[in-house]
């Protein structure tokens, strides 16, 4: 997949950052995971929204990367949580469109440069 790369600009906002990822595509969650952990943040990896959930009951994250499909589900019921609880989050999906009721977050079309990944986390982390 990507080599191993430091990314300088983000660095100070993921250093401290636990990212909760949600895909379902072992792969792309592994690519994910990859650049993150590259960039300085912890990754906690899901593949399904009982995972993620079950995640979000049991540790704190700082911001989330969700894919928008997971199998027979959506991550819906994650972005509400997140919302409930002030996690900013990022929507990472082959499905760029219909995200009506998420207006003002940022949807990154599948695939995007582990760069763009990384910094759209650093970003929703300065804010």
Do not use: N
């Amino acid at each position: 997949m990507g080599r191993s790369v430091r990314y300088e600009r983000p660095a100070a906002a993921l250093s401290s950052a636990r990212v909760l990822l949600v895909e379902d595509s072992f792969l792309i969650l592994m690519e994910l995971e990859s650049a993150l952990l590259d960039a300085g943040a912890e990754a906690v990896c899901c593949r399904t929204v009982g995972e993620a959930l079950a995640t979000l009951d049991a540790q704190p994250v700082s911001a989330a990367v969700l894919d928008v499909q997971l199998d027979r589900e959506t991550s819906e019921s994650i972005a509400e949580r997140l919302a409930r609880q002030d996690i900013p989050f990022v929507f990472y999906t082959a499905q760029p469109e219909g995200h009506d009721a998420w207006p003002k977050c940022r949807v990154i079309s599948k695939p995007a440069p582990r760069e763009t990944i990384v910094a759209a986390v650093a970003d929703l982390l300065e804010r």
